[in-house]
């Protein structure tokens, strides 16, 4: 019998830890106690065109106080290492799941770690906390009265085979809830593009709604397709008592209202929420609140300045807060309850990772200046200056230009998927009109099949407009490219999104992190597992910015002669929609004409223009983009788990499955086939060769060179008859599809063998099953000998 020390972690688990938690009351059989509780899904790592997993994170146990409420996560370690070695650990996924209490345990006993207190206690393997023990120590030190207990506990809405709140949802959740209970009525959830931030709304409410404490909701949105999509998804359990506010009428016998900002604002004096008494709504949730919200002046923020009675509590939903000296998140909300950034759902796998073609065009570089009193196509007489990309598609379009750019894009999507979505942004309704015509000429092959295969959609586009519904449906493939200006910047779900390309002068960080946000939902079941960001205008230097990735510091007013420079005002979001106006527009005419399509423009159709450069960068693991060569990225990472040949070689020859190896180098960016793809010489060394060669510079050898060496030194020769043949035709198994065709014994089940009789007869000729696993584990030495 194996003493203490000699056990596994799990061994630790089965037979002390798990029994430990069970004598103490909780039911391991039960959904209040998760084993090994998986809560991301690993980060997806691109190179060249494959993707792998990392690990994702995953809890050793997840002690629930109720279905929506964690109460404790415990690490297990196995005896070698004492009782506090996993706590360090445990407190990391304790504060990323906001549960109250971290547990180390070797078996011994356990360290306990109240996170709410920073207080730390060792306790026998005898003394676990039971679950009323523990939840009573929770309400003790949050000071809980009996209402906020009963709002706490509500259950969240849940039908068989739905799906349930993820971790970062759950907290989001659970931390706005608990906020309301406290009687706070400005609640500000930061939570990036694509990780659900309706369906997290839809719970807050669910639980208010149920617990009886909010019980006339508002939803306020900016676009129409965004309120249909809310009623008809995640809010569809509303249906019965839930109302969309059309034609400015309200009908106040509903529970929950959908409403656009300026349906309710108004225009001409005539303000449709003063239907309502000001104390009519308890709870406001205000989706895109980075918009008219946050704005002081805008008619929007007219509407919740009428409706902010005590008692009434409004919660803004946003992926980029903005703090400017024209609009303020905080300002408004206070300092976001709860954050869950882009960066946080790609290193969770939540999220589609990215890899950025930054394209230089010669005239972007370089400028254009036209000779002495040149006329443009139309007769103008183009005013003697120099033009930049500043300028390109504003006040000076280059037609070669807008070619050369659908070209690119053209090329790109005939080198990896013809029907990837893709999503243009161009400077302004002209560009984007233009830039249409631009890729049908070099798609008619794909046109003439379906016309809609290329549309523009734009706010003055009826048409294209009404496809917006076919491009976002992850089953229709038309429209598949579709070009636009600020339409299609905010809201609008495109799960298949695999290319955005940029080809609009962006300055404000608000609209640029929305653009990206178009691409980042996942969509594995359609082959999205990352997508591209083809840029033409040097916008993704803003990936480099802190803010990309941050929330905005507030911005103050600083007095004459004070130290801190004002800011500029980069960075303002868009108002539209009735923001300042007063309302009264169509919804979706973000993308309406503006000032740029009035402006004067020339066009020019003798310039040419080419590619001057082109550079490819990958998303890291550190939220930063590099731009690596494929080669030094793989070195390095393996680098950083074998530092050494002989370290390697060592694991190399204990790993009975070599593909686990391999597999633990993908998890950490390794991705071997991606070198094979871009390396032709590289396609016929096996992964052994791949990995010694690039990161210990060993010679490389193909598996034939290999084979050749093996039977060189004669090894197959000491086996006689039958085991002789099966040997040289596992040899010639590996030369062909590698070692982990010959690992095992099912590689005798294949039609190569059925000569030697079944696979029992065959290791006989052995002297049985284990001596004929000794004999293919010896031949792999041989066949990875370095010595040759």
Known sequence: MKSKKQMTEEDIKNKYITPAISKSGWDVQSDKVFFEHSFTDGRVIVRGSLTTRARGKRADYLLMYKKNNPIAIIEAKDNKHSIGSGIQQAIDYAEIQNVPFAYSSNGDGFLEHDMMTGMERELSMDEFPTREELWERFKNTKNLNEEQIEMINQPYYYQLNEKTPRYYQRVAINKAVDAVAREQNRILLVMATGTGKTYTAF?????????GKKKKVLFLADRNILIDQTMTNDFKPFEKVMTKVENRVLDSSYEIYMALYHQLAGD?????????????????IIDEAHRGSAREESAWRKILDYFSLEGTTHIGLTATPVETKEASSTGYFGEPLYTYSLKQGIDDGFLAPYKVIRVGLDVDYEGYRPEKDKKDMYGNLIEDREYNSKDFDKTMIIDDRTREVAKRITEFLKKTDRFAKTIVFCRDIDHATRMREALVRENQDMVAENHRYIMKITGDDNEGKAQLDNFTDRESKYPTIVTTSKLLTTGVDVKTCKLIVLDSNINSMTEFKQIIGRGTRLDPEHGKEYFTIMDFRNASRLFADPAFDGIPEAVTDVPPGGEVEEPGTEGTPPITGGGGAGGGRDDDTDDIPTDDDKVKKYRVNDVNVRVLNERVQYYDKNGQLVTEKLKTYTKKNILKEYATLDQFLKKWKSEDKKETITQELAENGVLLDALREEHEHLKDLDDFDLICHLAFDQPALTKAERVNNVKKRGYIHRYQDIAREVL????????????????????????????????????KAFGGKEKYLQAVKQLQDEIYSIND
Request: aromatic share 16%.
């Open 268 to 284: 001409e004096g005539y303000e449709p929420f003063r239907q309502f008494k000001r104390d009519f709504f308890d709870l406001i």
């Open 728 to 763: 040289e035709i596992l040899l010639e198994k590996y030369k062909d599809s590698g070692i982990e065709e010959i690992e095992g014994t099912k590689v005798l089940q294949l039609r190569e063998f059925e000569k030697f009789g079944n696979e029992f007869k065959i290791v």
């Open 203 to 211: 719970q807050i409410i669910h639980r208010l709604w149920e617990a």
